[in-house]
């Protein structure tokens, strides 16, 4: 099937998109003063718990965020832009930078060719059979668990997206996306922090982002790091293998759709990204049975660690473990 099998599910409904919007950033601001107040009060056991369900809030809000950079969250395309700009002072991440750089993971995905731009760092098993000790050490660092889903998350939303790279530095409007961006940034959050506690404030917004950015790239991973993912060479690499064998179908069930605004329905998107969140779930449902959806269940999930290495010759993903000489 084609983006255009799909056009029926690319259709606008702006009172949804306001209501979804709205009441998911009033929700996640209760409960992040929620969170505030219970840390104030030294109610820890209670305060960990709201917040790091809040993640969930925000990783949602992220996903409306993104919809907005696709141009399909409202039909009209500066309210996509407003709403996007408003929503990266709260995700962290800078809009039309992140947009840019979404952009190029939509065209090149599963493209061994194009690696290392809005993805995760992955070598061959040739590659890291050929690379120093040194870039091997590294890796096995990187694809740590430790790294790729503790450390890692929240340095890329709290410090790597602060600081424009030389790509950035030589376009003016992704330029200016960083930079209002983390003004806006330093001037709503400075302004609670000067009225309220600075040390239940910081311990709410790290552990915020903390989750949030865990959860979002854990799910990241799992969407495109599974034994059977597809990759190739640009002679043989096609858009609509990398969409439908490149991107998985995780089923956690429908409270998690809804707090991850369905972007779990991932190869639906990678097919057509015109369709809007909201409507991801329903054009799986109407057309299960006419698609060949890669599904990754809880336990699967929770195992996307031990993919490490692209292996060619075996065509799938293997653990260091599996490197034969």
């Not at 990187?142 to 600081?163: D, E, H, N, T």
């Amino acid at each position: 099937m084609t983006p255009k099998d799909f056009a029926a599910y690319t259709d606008k409904d702006d009172l949804r998109a306001s209501l979804e919007v709205t009441l998911n950033f009033v929700a996640y601001l209760a409960l992040w003063a929620l969170s505030y107040m219970l840390f104030e009060m030294g109610q820890y056991i209670w305060a960990v718990p709201v917040i790091l369900f809040n993640g969930f809030l925000l990783v949602r809000l992220f996903v409306l965020q993104h919809d907005c950079g696709h141009n399909v969250f409202f039909s009209n395309h500066k309210w996509n832009n407003r709403v996007g700009k408003f929503l990266s002072v709260f995700t962290l991440a800078p809009y039309d930078w992140w947009r840019k750089d979404h952009s190029k993971h939509h065209a090149q995905s599963g493209h061994l060719e194009k690696r290392g731009t809005g993805d995760i760092w992955l070598l061959t098993a040739n590659e890291f059979k050929a690379a120093s000790p040194q870039t091997q050490f590294w890796y096995r660092i990187y694809r740590s668990a430790f790294i790729l889903f503790g450390i890692g998350p929240s340095y890329l939303f709290l410090l790597r997206m602060r600081f424009p790279d030389q790509f950035t530095r030589s376009h003016p409007k992704l330029m200016k996306s960083v930079i209002y961006t983390n003004i806006a940034i330093v001037l709503f959050y400075g302004t609670l922090l000067f009225f309220l506690s600075p040390a239940s404030f910081l311990i709410t917004l790290v552990l915020n982002v903390m989750g949030a950015s865990t959860l979002g790239v854990w799910m990241f991973t799992v969407q495109h790091t599974f034994e059977d993912a597809y990759w190739a060479h640009t002679e043989d690499w096609s858009f609509d293998k990398a969409a439908w064998q490149g991107s998985s179908v995780l089923r956690l069930g429908p409270v998690f759709d809804f707090l991850t605004a369905n972007i779990c329905y991932h190869n639906i998107h990678h097919v057509n990204s015109h369709i809007p969140s909201y409507n991801l779930k329903r054009c799986y449902d109407d057309n299960i049975h006419r698609i060949e959806s890669r599904e990754i269940f809880l336990l699967e999930a929770l195992q996307v660690t031990k993919f490490k290495l692209w292996c060619e010759d075996r065509k799938r993903m293997i653990g260091f473990s599996e490197l034969t000489a």
